[in-house]
């Protein structure tokens, strides 16, 4: 995936999802980090649309579209702009890009309640989607009516994010998060663990409370001053993202402090925060920065994108020592789409550009430069991901790991404020338990937190 903002923020939704019918607005930041690549911010142009004809430079009288994006997108950096000018020599390209998701959705919601100042294609992060398809898809060309858009190409879930009841898809998937976990093979062998990926993915296959054991194993032969994991957050994530529903139910209705799995989850993070297995830091935080940087931890909950943050954050003596396994159980974090608003200038030419930004080649090119982990199943037997490396995991193959996720990611149900209730879950809640609080204690404490923030 790609480089975007704080990455803390990307605690945006899980798996695949069925949409929950909210309504009220959720901001998001998003951070995406690509595989072999540091993070890269994302640059924007003067944000002006160039006329069709009497544009600068090499765009004299040709058809500019334009894109609105946020973050490290890669379509640029991949080369994929170049090449769709050089096959289609009327077309010129030209992104506008606001690095941070907090500060891009909320104008493009503007944007497209006062239908002006919309560009050709807007991209749509996927905590976003729910209420954009709620409320705004009226304002959106349905994709799944261009000539060539096949809805088998994607992922079920990941294009049933984007379809309203009525079954109009509003957006086409670029990528997805699917959830490993990586770890050092460095700590597992001083702690008498095994290294392979294949027998590490055996020591908690199919069972999150299988990983909590291994982490005891980890800390009773730990090297000194490591952790098992390397945060409380970011194990209640991965834990929550393998659930089909969470804080929301299919109706729309808020279930999060009645859902049994949600209390499980926490429940289970905070076991683990209480045996001393998980650092007592928040994901994405200077403090958190430094642990990877000074090794202190031994596995992280791992989307594609989470590669690349590691390697921006660590030590050239740890590149090679990381290797990725199955997690307990696949789940989501992360992944956009591309969306053509019915104002733009260029309707029919943006139909056609995102859907072959977003076809099966191209997401596989943007894979092996971006890291952008393809939502086309069709990529996930091309070479650029089944022979996909990294300079962190040396020369493993961890292409097949995550396309298996992605597969087997479940439909889950997002909700317009999930990321406010994940976050107040973990950085309200269970990290209080590394400080010395009760479970009980930590669990009221944040869902008031949430409540508050919900406007309960």
């Known amino acids: 995936m790609r480089a975007r903002t704080l990455p803390h923020s990307r605690l945006r939704s899980g798996g695949g999802t069925r949409i929950a019918r909210g309504t009220r607005r959720t901001v998001v930041i998003a951070a995406v980090a690509a595989l072999g690549a540091g993070l890269l911010a994302g640059c924007a142009d003067d944000g002006k649309k160039d006329d069709d004809k009497g544009s600068s430079g090499d765009?004299?009288?040709?058809?500019?579209?334009?894109?609105?994006?946020?973050?490290?997108?890669?379509?640029?950096?991949?080369?994929?702009?170049?090449?769709?000018?050089?096959?289609?020599?009327?077309?010129?390209?030209?992104?506008?890009?606001?690095?941070?998701?907090?500060?891009?959705?909320?104008?493009?919601?503007?944007?497209?309640?006062?239908?002006?100042?919309?560009?050709?294609?807007?991209?749509?992060?996927?905590?976003?989607?729910?209420?954009?398809?709620?409320?705004?898809?009226?304002?959106?060309?349905?994709?799944?009516?261009?000539?060539?858009?096949?809805?088998?190409?994607?992922?079920?879930?990941?294009?049933?994010?984007?379809?309203?009841?009525?079954?109009?898809?509003?957006?086409?998937?670029?990528?997805?998060?699917?959830?490993?976990?990586?770890?050092?093979?460095?700590?597992?062998?001083?702690?008498?663990?095994?290294?392979?990926?294949?027998?590490?993915?055996?020591?908690?296959?199919?069972?999150w409370n299988k990983f909590i054991e291994t982490g005891k194993k980890y800390k009773s032969k730990a090297p000194a001053g490591t952790f098992f994991m390397d945060s409380p957050g970011g194990l209640l994530n991965a834990v929550l993202s393998s659930e089909k529903e969470k804080f929301y139910d299919s109706s729309g209705e808020i279930i999060y402090k009645t859902n049994p799995a949600v209390r499980a989850g926490f429940n289970l993070t905070a076991k683990a925060a209480q045996e001393g297995l998980v650092q007592g830091v928040p994901q994405f935080q200077p403090s958190w920065d430094q642990t990877i940087a000074n090794s202190k931890f031994a596995t992280v909950a791992c989307p594609p994108w989470m590669l690349g943050t590691i390697k921006g954050k660590s030590k050239p003596d740890s590149f090679g020592k990381w290797a990725v396994a199955v997690a307990p159980k696949s789940g989501n974090w992360g992944g956009s789409f591309l969306g053509v608003p019915s104002s733009g200038k260029h309707v029919k030419e943006a139909e056609k550009l995102v859907a072959w930004l977003t076809a099966p080649e191209q997401q596989a090119k943007l894979f092996k430069v971006q890291g952008s982990f393809p939502s086309a199943p069709g990529a996930y037997t091309m070479p650029e991901v089944t022979g996909a490396t990294n300079q962190m995991t040396g020369s493993a193959n961890i292409g097949t790991i995550f396309a298996e996720a992605a597969k087997s990611a479940p439909v889950q149900v997002i909700g317009p404020k999930d990321q406010i209730i994940q976050q107040g879950l973990s950085d309200n809640g269970v990290i209080l338990v590394t400080k010395g609080k009760s479970t009980e204690e930590a669990w009221a404490n944040a869902t008031k937190t949430i409540d508050n923030s919900l406007d309960k």
């Not at 379809?163 to 998937?173: A, F, H, Q, S, V």
């Not at 997805?176 to 700590?187: E, N, Q, S």
């Open 59 to 207: 765009g004299k009288g040709k058809t500019t579209i334009t894109l609105g994006l946020f973050g490290t997108m890669g379509f640029k950096e991949a080369g994929l702009y170049a090449e769709y000018e050089k096959l289609n020599p009327n077309i010129k390209i030209a992104e506008n890009v606001i690095e941070r998701n907090e500060n891009y959705y909320p104008a493009l919601v503007n944007h497209l309640t006062t239908n002006s100042g919309l560009q050709d294609v807007q991209a749509i992060e996927v905590a976003n989607i729910s209420e954009v398809t709620t409320t705004q898809a009226a304002k959106f060309q349905d994709m799944s009516k261009v000539s060539g858009v096949n809805k088998s190409n994607w992922l079920d879930w990941k294009w049933a994010q984007a379809t309203t009841k009525d079954n109009k898809t509003i957006g086409l998937g670029t990528d997805v998060g699917p959830m490993a976990i990586c770890y050092r093979t460095d700590l597992f062998k001083a702690a008498g663990l095994p290294t392979d990926p294949a027998a590490v993915g055996q020591l908690w296959a199919g069972d």
